[in-house]
């Protein structure tokens, strides 16, 4: 059974910083693609970032980057979002995602099969 936990979200004034995990458990992620995603209320979900562990490559949608990097521990088999200079418009619940999908396919949430619960970040101005 693979599992997703996300933590880490919470209240922040503009300006300041987060940093949201992802513990994944229940396989080998090591051939996977973790996707960061978020969704505003009234909003669709959408892409915040990606992260391949094979590859340790990872991408940024424009809005982010810059100010989020993706980092991971493999012993904990963990994804961490570092979100820095966070701004109100970044306030959403945040998603994990994971996947077996080629790079070309990272901002696709539909490419992604597994989920976790997702966690409120609220930036207040």
């Known amino acids: 059974q693979v599992q997703l936990v996300e933590s880490g979200g919470g209240l922040v004034q503009a300006g300041g910083s987060l940093r949201l995990s992802c513990a994944a458990s229940?396989?080998?992620?090591?051939?996977?693609?973790m996707g960061w995603f978020r969704q505003a209320p009234g909003k669709e979900r959408e892409f915040v970032a990606a992260?391949?562990?094979?590859?340790?490559?990872?991408y940024y949608a424009d809005s982010v980057r810059g100010r989020f990097t993706i980092s991971r521990d493999n012993a904990k088999n963990t994804v961490y979002l570092q979100m820095n200079s966070l701004k109100p418009e970044d306030t959403a619940v945040y998603y994990c995602?994971?996947?077996?999908?080629?790079?070309?396919?990272?901002?696709?949430?539909?490419?992604?099969?597994?989920w976790g619960q997702g966690t409120q970040v609220t930036v207040s101005s």
């Open positions: 992260f391949w562990w094979s590859a340790d490559y990872a």
């Open positions: 229940g396989r080998t992620f090591s051939s996977y693609a």
């Open positions: 995602a994971a996947g077996q999908l080629g790079t070309s396919y990272g901002s696709r949430d539909r490419a992604y099969n597994y």
